[in-house]
């Protein structure tokens, strides 16, 4: 008995060291799996950006030639893109239309209801 606790005194610090080899690998693993994750995730964007440049591509190609795309699959795909577009320029319009009427808001408070300049060089301010 004498022997075990004189032996497990002698080698505690390999067992130590051990311990602190595995803490490291276990890091340094973690770190790897964390930089190959966050590579996966930027070619992951690089590749959306591809893939949009193809469709953006495709568009084009439609409006230039749209007997090249004679498949029903991207026919629909097409409809689809088209009626996104729609919806899309509806609301930009919509919010022209609301921009022009704050334009034309601000400047009637501006100029007055006259809508004349001079009226607006001769006001005096609210407080003084």
């Known amino acids: 008995m004498k022997k075990n606790i004189r032996y497990n005194l002698e080698h505690m610090g390999d067992s130590f060291a051990g311990l602190i080899q595995a803490v490291i690998t276990s890091a340094r693993d ?4 964390v930089v190959d994750a966050m590579e996966v995730w930027q070619i992951k964007g690089k590749k959306k950006k ?4 193809i469709g953006r591509h ?3 190609l439609r409006q230039d030639r749209p007997d090249m795309f004679d498949d029903e699959e991207i026919q ?3 409809r ?3 009626e996104l577009q729609d919806a899309i320029d509806q609301f930009v319009e919509k919010r022209e ?3 022009q009427r704050a334009r034309e808001r601000c400047e009637r408070a501006r100029y007055g209801a006259s809508g004349d300049e001079a009226d607006a060089d001769n006001m005096e301010p609210a407080m003084t």
């Open 30 to 33: 973690s770190a790897a799996n």
């Open 50 to 53: 591809k893939v949009m440049d």
């Open 58 to 60: 495709s568009v084009r």
């Open 76 to 78: 629909v795909v097409f």
């Open 80 to 82: 689809e893109y088209d």
């Open 97 to 99: 239309e609301r921009a």
